[in-house]
């Protein structure tokens, strides 16, 4: 289990919860319950049961960025592509976003390259969610 300190955000962001997870045989995270964010006015809700791999960004551009860093921002872009509640566009807009919030966020020189890697790389897996149908709502 994973458990990140709750932690209030200066700015356009808010975090409710704190971000608790369980490692699945697969390495990937299942959320323990739901995690919200405020962003720009927006509350947004990650249902529990929700599974992220935490890493949105191109296996090739992460070396730029430790994944610590980028936890939520990770979950949150995951959602949004697996969703579909936000244009891929702003999905990818609102990662660099959340990932540079709070005070160990990412720098604008580690989040932009990785940006730049989930702009080129994004539409894969964003065409695979679209296809899908998720089953989770679109809309919290």
């Known amino acids: 289990t994973c458990y990140c300190r709750n932690t209030i955000l200066t700015g356009i962001i808010r975090m409710y919860l704190p971000l608790s997870t369980t490692r699945l045989a697969s390495g990937k995270r299942m959320l323990n319950r739901p995690l919200s964010l405020q962003v720009e006015g927006v509350v947004y809700t990650v249902p529990a049961g929700f ?35 936000r244009s891929r566009r702003e999905s990818d807009r609102l990662w660099r976003v959340i990932a540079e919030m709070g005070e160990n966020g990412a720098t604008p020189a580690q989040s932009w390259p990785a940006w730049v890697g989930l702009r080129l790389y994004g539409s894969i897996p964003w065409r695979r969610h679209r296809k899908a149908r998720p089953r989770f709502p679109t809309r919290r």
């Not at 191109?58 to 949004?80: E, M, T, W």
Request: aromatic share 26%; glycine share 8%; proline share 3%.
């Open 51 to 85: 599974i992220t791999d935490f890493s949105s960004v191109p296996a090739g551009f992460r070396f730029l960025i430790r994944f610590s860093k980028v936890d939520v921002a990770g979950v949150f872009h995951d959602y949004f592509y697996y969703s579909g509640v």
